[in-house]
């Protein structure tokens, strides 16, 4: 296994490529403001004749998270295309079909639009699609509990349309849709998922971008068992942005090489480069 490699800059590396595959929340932006220097970073790349598709476990469907992006005034000539968790999701759910019970917040109702959804309370529903939490600034998975017992008891199939555990919301750290979706999977409940790092939305995105070799595609992303461990299973290299969720568990962005190297190998994960943040 080669070295994880610190990198200064995306620009030492991006020509390598045709395509970048480009986490959003905690690379991009922090849910509060964007990274100035990722955007210049991914503007660049573009200069060199890159794609850049930007892949996010985001619930919502793609225009969505533009309209958002759009809002934190990040540009739109730092990318070509966005490809969401819940763009490949709306699949799962047309095929479920039937009652739906949802669990999360009313500004997630956009990746229903165009579907033949019913929502029903839990009594009556036949599928459960989890997109968050109710109040994510103020809950926990643990709120959760009885609830999902109830759903498990029914042996209820969940659809999670955003894998991701945690994110930052500026310098909060604040629960989605994937703890809720472990913790019903810890009680042997039956979830589906297409997000990262599931394959779904990776074809998905190379199909966008025109790839259809792997190892032309570089990886961004600071989520070990989103980001990272979804490029090595597509056959991508990774770039792993340090000062992210794992930033307090990494070593931070001064570790050597070599540490990292070993400390992702005992994940069984790996990345070719990494640096503190992309710039």
């Not at 800059?9 to 020509?15: K, N």
């Amino acid at each position: 296994m080669n070295e994880t490699r610190s990198i200064d800059t995306l620009a030492a590396v991006a020509g390598g490529y045709k395509a970048i595959f480009c986490d959003v929340w905690g690379v991009v932006h922090n849910g509060v403001a964007k990274h100035l220097a990722a955007e210049g970073a991914l503007r660049q790349a573009r200069g060199m004749g890159v794609t850049v598709v930007l892949l996010t476990n985001s619930p919502r469907p793609s225009e969505g998270v533009r309209a958002q992006l759009d809002t934190l005034g990040f540009s739109p000539d730092a990318y070509d295309a966005i490809v969401t968790s819940g763009d490949v999701t709306r699949g799962l759910i047309a095929r479920a079909g039937g009652n739906l019970f949802h669990i999360g917040p009313e500004r997630d109702l956009d990746l229903f639009a165009g579907i033949d959804a019913h929502f029903v309370g839990e009594e009556d529903a036949a599928t459960v699609v989890a997109t968050g939490l109710f109040r994510d600034e103020e809950e926990t998975p643990a709120d959760y509990a009885e609830l999902l017992g109830r759903l498990r008891a029914r042996d209820l199939p969940m659809i999670c349309a955003n894998p991701d555990i945690v994110v930052h919301r500026g310098e909060k750290l604040i629960f989605c849709a994937g703890s809720v979706a472990k913790e019903y999977e810890a009680m042997g409940g039956r979830v589906s998922m297409a997000g990262k790092p599931f394959s779904p939305i990776y074809a998905h995105a190379a199909g966008i971008a025109g790839i259809a070799d792997p190892s032309e595609v570089l990886a961004i992303g600071d989520g070990l068992n989103t980001d990272i461990r979804g490029a090595n299973a597509y056959g991508a290299d990774a770039l792993l942005v340090m000062e992210g969720i794992h930033r307090d568990e990494l070593g931070g962005s001064e570790v050597e090489g070599e540490v990292l190297t070993a400390n992702l190998s005992e994940r069984g994960l790996s990345a070719r480069y990494f640096m503190p943040r992309l710039a």
